[in-house]
Nanobody
């Protein structure tokens, strides 16, 4: 079984920073794309930042220049450094990873349980 565990969310004042982490554990042969998504009540989950298998990084326009996604392959951990946070960044943040459990297995997408980020004015 594969497990993704997020941490680092919380309450921060506008203009502040937070660093999210997502640790992948379990049966992992390889990890392809990894990314952070967020969701607010009544809205669809949206991508925030994604690292593709060839290390190409994509950010949603609203976070460019403020958020930085990175991964530590040795630790199977994904990070999201969030700076200059604003109330519009308030959401539940989810980690996603496309994982191949065994060498010739199909790669499947897995989600973490989510971590709440709340930015106060």
């Amino acid at each position: 079984q594969v497990q993704l565990v997020e941490s680092g969310g919380g309450l921060v004042s506008a203009g502040g920073s937070l660093r999210l982490s997502c640790a992948v554990s379990g049966s992992v042969f390889s990890i392809n794309a990894m990314g952070w998504y967020r969701q607010t009540p009544g809205k669809q989950r949206e991508p925030v930042a994604v690292i593709l298998s060839d290390d190409i990084i994509n950010y949603t326009p609203s976070v460019k220049g403020r958020f930085t996604i990175s991964r530590d392959n040795a630790k199977n951990t994904l990070y999201l450094q969030m700076n200059s946070l604003g109330p519009e960044d308030t959401a539940v943040y989810y980690c996603n990873a496309v994982i191949r459990a065994q060498r010739f297995a199909t790669a499947n997408a897995h989600w973490g349980q989510g971590t709440q980020v709340t930015v106060s004015t």
